[in-house]
């Protein structure tokens, strides 16, 4: 798989719009915190390193992933966030409980995104076990919470490029 031969947290920075001018909300899970806290520190100092300024960066935890979407759509409602970053870790387990989380948080971010026009970033991971998540969250393939914050200025950038003007969707 291509993904296995890069770390995909390495990006062109210059490439990256300024973020000065943008409002970010940001929803932690708790479940598997260890994991969720790195993420966490990957995304905010990446939002910072781009220009996010500190009192425009609003911050709340949620119990589990599975409360991302509820936690991101009480952020949207605010109306003031021009991206919104959700950040979880659902580690595969004896059942197939991880499924119905991963399949719920997916869609419920983009179901937001699209109804509300914020962008909701799936920044989730959905490892096989903690290794495979400590690799991704600031091991050997990056940190994705990094990269959270990197598709989050991306769309905040994008979404001010269309803000004010009229959206027609379909023909
Ligand atoms: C219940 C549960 C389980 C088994 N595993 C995880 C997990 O690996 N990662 C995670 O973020 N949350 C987990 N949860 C909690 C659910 O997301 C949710 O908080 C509860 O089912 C209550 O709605």
Redesign the pocket.
């Known amino acids: 798989m291509a993904s296995a031969l890069k770390n995909l947290s390495e990006y062109n920075e210059a490439t990256i719009p300024d973020a000065s001018s943008f409002q970010f909300g940001i929803v932690v899970?708790?479940?598997?915190e260890k994991i969720?806290h790195a993420l966490y520190e990957g995304c905010y100092e990446t939002l910072v390193k781009h220009g996010a300024l500190e009192d425009r960066i609003k911050t709340i935890q949620?119990?589990?992933?599975?409360?991302l979407p509820i936690g991101a759509k009480l952020l949207a409602a605010n109306g003031k966030y021009d991206a919104i970053i959700c950040i979880?870790?659902?580690?595969k387990?004896e059942t197939s409980?991880?499924e119905y989380?991963n399949h719920a948080v997916a869609s419920g971010l983009t179901n937001l995104s699209v109804l509300s026009s914020i962008p909701c970033v799936f920044g989730v991971l959905t490892p096989d076990d903690e290794q495979q998540a400590l690799e991704r969250a600031g091991g050997q393939h990056g940190n994705k919470g990094v990269e959270a914050a990197v598709t989050a200025i991306r769309l905040a950038s994008l979404k001010g490029q269309f803000s004010g003007k009229k959206q027609k969707i379909g023909f």
Do not use: K, L, Q, R
Request: hydrophobic share 35%; net charge negative; aromatic share 10%.
């Open positions: 899970a708790e479940w598997n969720t949620v119990p589990g992933s599975f409360e979880g870790c659902v580690i387990g409980h991880n989380i």
